[in-house]
């Protein structure tokens, strides 16, 4: 199955190509550019220079969050257009589920994906590798530094930091008494291969969906939506 990714949710901006767990082609760009500006020229310049069209994909997948808001929007707008326009399905992949993907080597270990949620929090997701296999502990979620110290002490296993809150995390915890490691530099940011990948494993299990059915997830709602609500609150409406 050959499916096109796409990555908004953090800072970096990437999309990829596989077909079946290889990968055909891939882009990355962390130059601080909106990704308005940047995620269509990279998907048609990737696919071009590897002499690839949409036509020719089985899918279109997307991290659909948790994440920067604006990000992920700009991220699933795409993913809806470019699957709507080609009549093809979409996976809504989890973020946190794909950069986890990347340290699925690492047998016996408790992966812990971080994005910095601000407020002391973070976007989190616990996985562990059993036999190769990467094995979800937990659902996504917006987690408290401090309650995630706490759920971690005592745990025996290995522990390694992943994602684009991962530093914040892993000195966090450090600082917290619970050893962490944090992922290498150069597998530490979530990236659209693993979001590929996921996707791949979405299909078999037959979990993809149709470009109007495709929706972002925000686990919280937007400082704006918070502000508001707390406004109509104090004044009584």
Do not use: W
Not at 54 to 66: E, I, N, R
């Amino acid at each position: 199955m050959k499916i096109l990714a796409l990555e908004t949710s953090a800072r970096a901006c990437s999309a990829a190509v596989t077909q079946d767990g290889q990968i055909l082609a891939a882009c990355c760009q962390n130059s601080g550019l909106t990704h308005s500006r940047t995620l269509m020229p990279m998907v048609e310049s990737m696919l071009k220079n590897a002499d690839l069209t949409l036509d020719g994909m089985d899918a279109v997948a997307v991290a659909a969050g948790p994440g920067s808001f604006t990000g992920i929007r700009i991220g699933v707008a795409a993913a809806k257009g470019l699957a709507f326009a080609a009549g093809l399905p979409c996976a809504a992949v989890s973020t946190l589920e794909a950069m986890a993907l990347g340290l699925s080597h690492l047998e016996g270990h408790l992966i812990v994906c971080a994005m910095d949620a601000r407020r002391s929090q973070i976007y989190n997701a616990l996985f562990e590798v059993r036999g190769g296999t990467l094995i979800r502990l937990c659902p996504d979620r917006a987690a408290a530094l401090a309650h995630l110290a706490e759920e971690l002490r005592g745990d025996p296993r290995p522990k390694i930091a992943v994602g684009d809150g991962g530093a914040l995390c892993q000195a966090a915890l450090s600082e917290l008494g619970v050893a962490c490691a944090l992922a290498p530099a150069r597998l530490l940011h979530q990236n659209a291969i693993g979001v590929a990948l996921a996707a791949e494993a979405m299909a078999a299990a037959g979990q993809l969906v149709t470009a109007q059915e495709l929706l972002p997830v925000y686990l919280r709602p937007a400082q704006a939506e918070r502000l508001r609500d707390r406004q109509k609150k104090e004044s009584g409406t």
